[in-house]
């Protein structure tokens, strides 16, 4: 059986903070057995035609500068919302600068502290089962969310005293949405409870039976 097919979106030319190169090789190991993985930094490909032929999309992209077209937007919403699965890691939340996307991955980014040590606590749900509470130095980041999007959270990380969400999924249509915010570099996705989440996310968010 040929293996399905993931599309993983970044930014190898000109990103600000967060390559995609190293990235690369680490998602595509992680995911090697579920799914042949396709790197581009392309965002035509979110458009509707190029979409439909992968069971995953993962969003890496680096967007705080500008936005994707209207036409690339409609593409990402019809391909979750028909069925597709979407994994939005770390800096993919800059998607949401387009309040259609916005609503698709349930927040948007409002700034962070500085790159730090975190206390990770894991929340129960099919994809972090097996997975333990960890630590990780990481970017803090901080969200508003969209209160139309009934979303359940997964990881939370601890911020002077309180816990935050540092991922979520939901439905959207008949697709399905993670977010993921540890992936600020290529260690962080060295982590094993990290490459354990991804995997275990990409399995739900793409409706594969193991």
Known sequence: MDKRK??????????????LQGVDKQISEIL????????SENKKLMLGEHLAGYDLCIAYNELWNE????????????YVSGGGG?????????????????????GRFTGHPPFAPLN????EHDITEGIADFQLD????????????????????????????????????????????????????????VRKFILQAATWAARIHR
């Open 6 to 19: 993931c599309l993983l979106l970044g930014d190898y030319t000109h990103p600000r903070f967060h390559p």
């Open 32 to 39: 090697n057995e579920l799914l042949t993985v396709q790197c």
């Open 67 to 78: 936005t994707v077209s209207p036409q690339q937007t409609a593409g990402l919403l019809s």
């Open 86 to 106: 979407l994994i939005v890691l770390h800096t993919g939340v800059s998607l949401a600068k387009r309040y259609e996307l916005a609503h698709l991955i349930g």
């Open 120 to 123: 990770f606590r894991v929340l």
């Open 138 to 193: 990481e970017e803090p980041y901080r969200f508003e969310f969209d209160p139309f999007t009934e979303k359940t959270i997964l990881l939370q990380y601890e911020a002077e005293g309180e816990w935050l969400p540092a991922a979520w999924c939901h439905s959207y249509g008949q697709g399905r949405v993670v977010y993921l915010m540890p992936g600020h570099h290529e260690p962080s996705f060295r982590h094993p409870e």
